[in-house]
């Protein structure tokens, strides 16, 4: 599910709204990344060109009318409305056939099966829907209500982390993909390798990132194209041996071997989009292997990566025209799609400022 038409809004808590120098670091951290924050747009007089505001200030993009109802010329008005009972969503129902642009609701009690009640009342009226979260998870839960969800989610963070996490887990981030040229193929006799089975289904194009180091990870394509011997298995990636890492939704790394069912793991398609999935199972067998070494060009340092996956014609990388390429059908030359990180030490996944080589 892409989320490129919801809102995430940011609501600085007041340890930074208070401070109009951490509120200008922050702010300038979230420039390019957020398009709309929760505050006064008198608070960021020098950002007021690169976000949307929403609050009372009649300055605001989104303005929050505290009593009457009226239009504002060139603004978007809206109320803020705590819902305890059906009452208060046919007061929304109403409102917003009165020519309301968006409600903020805030559910204190049940939250779900109102926002249910809400989505299915409003959605023949453009009055868009916004709702108050606590958390990244439960974000995540109001953008998937009745699968329409709400439009938008307002989060109350002064945490850089938790805006890349809700980034990511929002399926509203990219990554940078690098081309990097083939430079040996080597097969290395058994090992165990990690086939990991999700619960979503993966399109041509999607792919897990794996790699043997945690700064070098290659697209290691799902299993969504068949073959006059193989079925399509496109909720499947058969990811590699497992020693290797692949990012996970939190800006982490973890092993394949540590793979398993209801943990959380990153999709990542051919142009950089990402979404997060779940593993549904995940099957550690032995097979015949094979190890491919690949190498970024002088622009980024002449960086190196290798990556041991299981020697089959099922296992595919993606080029850089965004075709599929089998293992077994890999030369020296051919040039695929891989991922770079900042070179650091890792403990337990998360990363660390400290010296490393990895080989």
Known sequence: MKLSNKKLIIAPTPSINDDDKK??????????????LYIDP?????YNTRFKTISTSLDSDYIILENTLKQINGKRIGKQITVKSNV????ILNLAKSGLDFVIVEAPNWKIIPLENIIAKLQKIDTEIFVTVKNINEAFKMFSILEKGVNGVILNTSSIEDVDNALIN????????????I????????????????ISMLKKGESMLVGNSSDFLFLIHNESIGSSFTTPRPFRVNA????????????T?????ELESGKEILIVDDDGNVR???????KVEKRPMIMIKARIDKNDGNRCGGVIVQNAETIRLVKDNKEVVSVTDLQKGDIILAHLRIPTGRHFGTEVDEYIIEK
């Open 88 to 91: 208060d969503i046919d007061k």
């Open 240 to 251: 590699g041996a497992v020693h290797c890492y692949t990012m996970s939704t939190d800006n």
């Open 23 to 36: 509120l200008n670091d922050f702010l300038s951290k979230l420039n390019g990344r957020i398009q709309m």
């Open 170 to 181: 929002l399926d509203s981030s990219k990554l940078e993909l690098k081309e990097a040229t």
């Open 183 to 198: 430079i040996d193929i080597q097969e290395v006799g058994d090992g165990e390798r990690v086939c990991v089975d999700t």
């Open 42 to 46: 008198k608070k960021i007089i020098n």
């Open 276 to 282: 997060k999935t779940i593993v549904g199972r995940s």
């Open 253 to 257: 790394t973890k092993y394949l071997s």
